[in-house]
């Protein structure tokens, strides 16, 4: 069964600093790869995802992230923080095919705190 | 906004008592999934609905059901509920593929 791994639990970053956060998945085969973004009291919303192709992907607000297949990683990056970012982030990997096509498995989350 | 509406926002309830969370999918969107976030258990799969069938199911308990109506709105029932059972439930929907869009969520409460 596929497992994905965020191994900070809580991050803390000072407004204008880089930022990294830490995913890794096991999985069989390539996955499709996401990041989501939980601000308090709100739903998810997608950051990026990498289906296949370029291993450096874009994103939203600022973000992106590269996949390397043979650290099994997914890290998020951005260059410069700001206190809006300050939210829950989640990692998350999804199935390309059989009967749980489209199913994601979510790490536990890096919760990120922005200080000024 | 992701065009993803559930309702109620909040609700709380009673041990052993049943409930029924509302899902209405994005426009076209053909896919509903389910899942439970808890503090414990972190955020779960429950179980995927394609256009009116059952398409997966992940980890639902046997006291848990939903469906998919023709209408392509999805309705989750939790029964004998217990304390444990408190937690933030969030529908998704998909045009295809693994992509999904998420709804604000239903924070359940069991007293």
């Known amino acids: 069964a596929q497992s994905v791994t965020q191994p900070d639990i809580h991050i803390t970053v000072s407004e204008g600093a880089s930022l990294e956060l830490r995913c890794n998945y096991s999985?069989?085969?390539?996955?499709?790869l996401f990041w989501y973004v939980q601000s308090p009291g709100q739903g998810l919303q997608l950051l990026l995802k990498?289906?296949?192709?370029?291993?450096l992907v874009q994103g939203i607000k600022g973000f992106e992230a590269e996949f390397k297949r043979s650290q099994s990683s997914f890290n998020l990056r951005k260059p410069s923080v700001h206190w809006s970012d300050a939210a829950e982030y989640f990692c998350?990997?999804?199935?390309?095919?059989?009967?749980?096509?489209?199913?994601?498995?979510f790490g536990q989350g890096t919760i990120l705190t922005v200080h000024p | 906004d992701s065009g993803v509406t559930q309702t109620p926002k909040h609700l709380i309830t009673a041990t052993g008592q049943r409930v029924t969370l509302r899902c209405s999918p994005r426009?076209?969107?053909?896919?509903v999934y389910w899942y439970q976030q808890s503090l414990d258990q972190g955020l779960q799969f429950l179980i995927q609905y394609y256009n009116g069938e059952e398409r997966a199911k992940g980890n639902i308990l046997e006291r848990f059901s939903a469906q998919q109506f023709p209408d392509l709105h999805s309705e989750l029932n939790l029964s004998s509920l217990e304390l444990g059972d408190s937690a933030l439930y969030f529908c998704a929907s998909s045009p295809g593929g693994s992509r999904q869009f998420f709804g604000p969520g239903t924070r359940l409460t069991v007293l």
């Open positions: 998350a990997v999804g199935l390309a095919g059989g009967t749980s096509y489209g199913k994601l498995t």
């Open positions: 990498y289906f296949s192709g370029d291993t």
């Open positions: 426009s076209g969107d053909l896919s």
């Open positions: 999985y069989g085969a390539t996955p499709y």
